[in-house]
């Protein structure tokens, strides 16, 4: 059973940063496309970037220039380093698995103040 524990969020002011840690119990974790996700209220949820096991990246256009995904397989975690914040990146951000999900965990509540 795939569990999904994401933590390092909170209240940052605009022009901040936040470095968020997903801890993930996968069998072969390391051929795994992970990615993060989040979700602002009254919106879907979307994808922000996704790494796969050999590091090749990708970020959504909210992404590009400001956050950086990276993952250490030998301690099965996935991290999003997330600079020049922005209001309108407040929003619960959940790690997955990228090909097909998996049952999503609580997330990590980010919250830009302006």
């Known amino acids: 059973q795939v569990q999904l524990v994401e933590s390092g969020g909170g209240l940052v002011q605009a022009g901040g940063s936040l470095r968020l840690s997903c801890a993930a119990s996968i069998r072969q974790f390391s051929i795994i496309t992970m990615g993060w996700y989040r979700q602002a209220p009254g919106k879907q949820r979307e994808l922000v970037t996704y790494i796969a096991g050999d590091g090749s990246t990708r970020y959504e256009d909210c992404a590009k220039g400001r956050f950086t995904i990276s993952r250490d397989n030998a301690k099965k975690m996935v991290y999003l380093q997330m600079n020049s914040l922005k209001p309108e990146d407040s929003a619960v951000y959940y790690c997955?698995?990228?090909?097909?999900?998996?049952?999503w965990g609580r997330g990590t509540q980010v919250t830009v103040s302006s």
């Open positions: 997955n698995l990228y090909v097909r999900n998996a049952s």
